[in-house]
């Protein structure tokens, strides 16, 4: 839905005497679908597996930054954001601001990830929340003339266009594929796993994440806010989310891996890493499962990330592994071991997340050979493919989920991603079996069906 002005542009965080003014009220449930497909400008949408949704459309205002020092700037600009709030509301609808960065602090905003700044957050200017049972309509202002009788006239406005749209939006058809192609074929790909299995046999490098992205042309223009309605239904166990910054193209996708929460001085995370397919019969789901939870190159694997996430987090707080299982998505099974800590001191979400992207899930290990490696051998943009997407609040609480099985789509051409872990035993035509499974979760919505 069009934000209250209708100016999607955001308001400088330069204005000292700026306000943040945030008003809510319940309505009766929409189908977000509804919501997002009535609006332009900045569009967001975030979901959990526990239940929360959210959606916003335009931007009261933005955080943007690049380079190394990204994660220090999207906070001193968070701290100008968040410095006078004044919010009615429920909990579930205090202003948050969602988004992500990408993969390496120098992207460059360019292809199909133009409108896409190396780390990017938007405070919507118009929001749907879904939450405890209950859905509401909240309308965001910023700047100096920020105040409370503007906001609550922009949310009778809002609530008043609310009212209009579709209840329900009818499911349309799948847009239909005509034309698919690797960006990396699969002769060069299983070239490029064996030239780092190479690697990894000579030096120091233990792991290395390696992908590549298959470019899809469509029949009609994709609607991202109708496959992340169907998503919803074929991987209600996964986290899902669009970036859209423009009315260009839109970053979206069903993760099943969270980078971390944090909730006060709890921290959630988790090691995903070892995947077999699903078996068609249960029992051959559990043999699958078995021989995941058998493998000694796969429990390497896991062990290493494991580790390396423990490490990463022993600077902030005491920290504990939870048991290792497995983690059945509709189409894949994965190795899992929960991570909690406990934080020491009042460590932001971003802090955590800088620490611990790019976790060997999706970058390697050592960290600094791994993304050597994937610098010299990956011949594609990654762009935000891999990295932190989520939210984060004034009291520096956040969710990311890490932005994999994941694709970057506008009109009639999309991008799926998808990668996996290297390491020395690792067998090239299998590795690349595995990556076909990697971006069904999206193709599955894009194909149509026979
Ligand atoms: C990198 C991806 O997935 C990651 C790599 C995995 C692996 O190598 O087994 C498993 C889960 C993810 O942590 C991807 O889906 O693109």
């Given at each position: 839905m069009n934000p209250p002005d209708g100016d999607a542009r955001a308001v400088p965080l330069t204005d000292a005497d700026a306000a943040l003014v945030s008003r809510s009220r319940a309505?009766?449930?929409?189908?977000?679908?509804?919501?997002?497909?009535?609006?332009?400008?900045?569009?967001?949408?975030?979901?959990?597996?526990?239940?929360?949704?959210?959606?916003?459309g335009g931007a009261a205002a933005k955080l943007v930054a690049d380079g190394p020092d990204r994660f220090d700037a999207l906070r001193e600009d968070a701290d100008r954001l968040f410095d006078t709030v004044d919010h009615e509301g429920p909990e579930a609808t205090r202003p948050r601001v969602f988004g992500g960065v990408a993969f390496d602090p120098d992207h460059e905003a360019a292809g199909v990830w133009e409108g896409f700044p190396a780390a990017a957050f938007v405070l919507p200017a118009i929001q749907l929340t879904r939450a405890d049972g209950g859905t509401h309509l909240t309308v965001n202002r910023y700047g100096p003339d920020a105040d409370a009788d503007g906001a609550a006239e922009a949310l009778d406005d809002a609530a008043e266009r609310l009212a209009e749209l579709p209840m329900m939006r009818p499911r349309g058809e799948k847009p239909g594929v005509v034309g698919t192609e690797w960006?990396?074929?699969?002769?060069?790909?299983?070239?490029?796993?064996?030239?780092?299995?190479?690697?990894?046999?000579?030096?120091?490098?233990?792991?290395?994440?390696?992908?590549?992205?298959?470019?899809?042309?469509?029949?009609?223009?994709?609607?991202?806010?109708d496959t992340l309605?169907?998503?919803?239904?074929?991987?209600?166990?996964?986290?899902?989310?669009?970036?859209?910054?423009?009315?260009?193209?839109?970053?979206?996708?069903?993760?099943?891996?969270?980078?971390?929460?944090?909730?006060?001085?709890?921290?959630?995370?988790?090691?995903?890493?070892?995947?077999?397919?699903?078996?068609?019969?249960?029992?051959?789901?559990?043999?699958?499962?078995?021989?995941?939870?058998?493998?000694?190159?796969?429990q390497h694997e896991q062990?290493?990330?494991?580790?390396?996430?423990?490490?990463?987090?022993?600077?902030?707080?005491?920290?504990?592994?939870?048991?290792?299982?497995?983690?059945?998505?509709?189409?894949?099974?994965?190795?899992?071991?929960?991570?909690?800590?406990?934080?020491?001191?009042?460590?932001?979400v971003l802090e955590l997340v800088e620490a611990l992207h790019p976790t060997p899930a999706v970058g390697g290990l050592p960290l600094d050979s791994a993304l050597e490696t994937i610098?010299?051998?990956?011949?594609?943009?990654?762009?935000?493919?891999?990295?932190?997407?989520?939210?984060?609040?004034a009291a520096g609480d956040g969710e990311f989920a890490v932005g994999i099985r994941s694709g970057v789509a506008g009109g009639r051409e999309a991008t799926l991603f998808a990668g996996n872990g290297i390491v020395a035993d690792s067998d090239p035509a299998d590795e690349w079996d595995e990556l076909q499974h990697k971006v069904r979760p999206i193709m599955d919505e894009l194909e149509r069906d026979e």
């Amino acid at each position: 839905m069009n934000p209250p002005d209708g100016d999607a542009r955001a308001v400088p965080l330069t204005d000292a005497d700026a306000a943040l003014v945030s008003r809510s009220r319940a309505v009766p449930d929409i189908s977000f679908g509804s919501f997002l497909a009535a609006g332009d400008g900045h569009r967001v949408h975030w979901s959990t597996p526990e239940g929360l949704e959210v959606a916003g459309g335009g931007a009261a205002a933005k955080l943007v930054a690049d380079g190394p020092d990204r994660f220090d700037a999207l906070r001193e600009d968070a701290d100008r954001l968040f410095d006078t709030v004044d919010h009615e509301g429920p909990e579930a609808t205090r202003p948050r601001v969602f988004g992500g960065v990408a993969f390496d602090p120098d992207h460059e905003a360019a292809g199909v990830w133009e409108g896409f700044p190396a780390a990017a957050f938007v405070l919507p200017a118009i929001q749907l929340t879904r939450a405890d049972g209950g859905t509401h309509l909240t309308v965001n202002r910023y700047g100096p003339d920020a105040d409370a009788d503007g906001a609550a006239e922009a949310l009778d406005d809002a609530a008043e266009r609310l009212a209009e749209l579709p209840m329900m939006r009818p499911r349309g058809e799948k847009p239909g594929v005509v034309g698919t192609e690797w960006l990396v074929g699969r002769e060069e790909w299983t070239a490029q796993v064996a030239g780092v299995i190479d690697r990894i046999r000579e030096g120091d490098l233990r792991k290395a994440v390696l992908s590549t992205a298959l470019h899809v042309d469509l029949a009609e223009a994709v609607d991202i806010p109708d496959t992340l309605g169907r998503l919803r239904r074929t991987y209600p166990e996964c986290y899902r989310f669009l970036v859209q910054p423009t009315d260009g193209e839109g970053f979206f996708g069903p993760p099943p891996e969270r980078l971390v929460r944090r909730e006060g001085e709890v921290v959630q995370t988790e090691a995903l890493a070892g995947s077999t397919p699903r078996g068609d019969t249960p029992e051959a789901d559990d043999e699958y499962a078995r021989s995941l939870l058998e493998s000694d190159k796969l429990q390497h694997e896991q062990r290493v990330v494991v580790d390396t996430i423990c490490e990463q987090l022993d600077a902030f707080g005491t920290v504990g592994e939870g048991e290792q299982g497995v983690r059945k998505l509709t189409n894949i099974q994965h190795l899992r071991t929960p991570i909690n800590a406990v934080l020491d001191g009042d460590t932001h979400v971003l802090e955590l997340v800088e620490a611990l992207h790019p976790t060997p899930a999706v970058g390697g290990l050592p960290l600094d050979s791994a993304l050597e490696t994937i610098r010299d051998t990956e011949t594609w943009d990654r762009g935000w493919y891999a990295s932190p997407v989520g939210w984060f609040d004034a009291a520096g609480d956040g969710e990311f989920a890490v932005g994999i099985r994941s694709g970057v789509a506008g009109g009639r051409e999309a991008t799926l991603f998808a990668g996996n872990g290297i390491v020395a035993d690792s067998d090239p035509a299998d590795e690349w079996d595995e990556l076909q499974h990697k971006v069904r979760p999206i193709m599955d919505e894009l194909e149509r069906d026979e």
